[in-house]
């Protein structure tokens, strides 16, 4: 089972900041996108943020202009910098990469962490 571990989660005011960190270890090929989504209690899981080995970025219209997406390549790292966050964006977050690993004929599948708490108070 490939590791993919997140970090930085917590409780925070209105208005303050946090930052997710997600590193991925053992025999990676090849990372294809990485990204993160959250889940509200009574909520469906949803998109926040994603990035293309190329670079690319996609953003959740709720969270555009407030977080931002980058990631190491050599490390096999995913950030995602929250700034101005609100009540509305208290969920438990999860890692996700699309990865080829364990040997490169495999086909990309996809990989979840087993997600952070991420409390904004009222």
């Known amino acids: 089972q490939v590791p993919l571990v997140e970090s930085g989660g917590g409780l925070v005011q209105p208005g303050g900041s946090l930052r997710l960190s997600c590193a991925a270890s053992?025999?990676?090929?090849?990372?294809?996108?990485m990204g993160w989504y959250r889940q509200a209690p009574g909520k469906q899981r949803e998109l926040v943020a994603a990035i293309t080995s190329g670079g690319s970025t996609n953003y959740a219209d709720s969270v555009k202009g407030r977080f931002t997406i980058s990631r190491d390549n050599a490390k096999n790292t995913v950030l995602l910098q929250m700034n101005s966050l609100k009540p509305e964006d208290t969920a438990v977050y999860y890692c996700?990469?699309?990865?080829?690993?364990?040997?490169?004929?495999?086909?990309?599948?996809?990989?979840w962490g087993q997600g952070t708490q991420v409390t904004v108070s009222s």
């Open positions: 053992g025999s990676i090929f090849r990372i294809n996108t």
């Open positions: 996700h990469a699309e990865m080829v690993y364990g040997s490169s004929w495999y086909k990309p599948r996809d990989y």
